[in-house]
């Protein structure tokens, strides 16, 4: 069997395996888990929302270690991880922030408040997005690639902000795990379900996108030597 065989036969196990734990988390978000009292069925966009935030700090924590790795050994295979990473991060703090405006709009009457946790979030994703946007310029590919780099490390500097701006300052939104009784075990049980389904969605995303800018490499070559 061909190492090409290998791949696509590990390939539509991922698949298979995202889809039938997806199919679990949505299974445990809707009947398996209790209705939160105070906010009922709107509740359950938390089974959503935290997955997505978590996954999009890792992968931001990915380009942040990319980039570190970029510069120091100058291979392109770097690049193309924290542009990987970055891409799926954005998606997913995109999304976070939209179901975090609906939640917002049914817990606190708002759509929207400065609260540091927003906050930090909302210009995470503008440095992200400007990153995405650096990424895609058309400027020398070194340079580029370089001041990617660049922007990939110091960039990382509002994720822990982000992730701690809960417990650091003063702020409605709220901390789960840190509060006091934390979380009913079927709730829990639910949040770890969707974490780990989110998780293979994620790394399925990122691999794809991987490859697929790899590959783009590999042609963009093939004809820049053709030409000359």
Not at 98 to 124: E, Q, V
Not at 171 to 196: D, N
């Amino acid at each position: 069997m061909s190492n090409t065989s290998k791949s696509s036969d590990f390939f539509y196990v991922f698949v298979l395996l995202s889809f039938l734990l997806m199919l679990v988390s949505q299974w445990m978000i809707w009947s398996y888990s209790p209705e939160e009292l105070t906010l009922g069925r709107v509740q359950r966009m938390f089974y959503l929302h935290l997955p997505l935030a978590w996954w999009a700090l890792v992968a931001f924590f990915i380009v942040f270690l990319s980039s570190i790795g970029f510069l120091w050994k100058n291979k392109d295979v770097y690049h193309f991880i924290a542009v990987s990473a970055a891409e799926v991060g954005v998606l997913f703090s995109t999304l976070v922030l939209l179901t975090g405006i609906l939640w917002a709009k049914a817990s606190w009457n708002t759509w929207w408040t400065w609260d540091p946790r927003l906050s930090t979030t909302l210009i995470m994703w503008f440095v992200y997005l400007g990153y995405l946007i650096l990424a895609s310029s058309m400027m020398p590919e070194h340079r580029r690639k370089t001041i990617c780099a660049v922007l990939g490390v110091v960039a990382f500097l509002d994720v822990p902000l982000v992730f701690l701006s809960a417990r650091l300052w003063r702020t409605i939104h709220p901390s789960v795990f840190a509060e006091q009784g934390g979380l009913p075990r079927e709730m829990l049980f639910t949040v770890v379900v969707a974490l780990l389904a989110w998780g293979l969605v994620f790394g399925l995303i990122f691999a794809l996108r991987k490859r697929q800018l790899s590959f783009q490499s590999r042609v963009d070559r093939l004809l820049y030597s053709d030409n000359y």
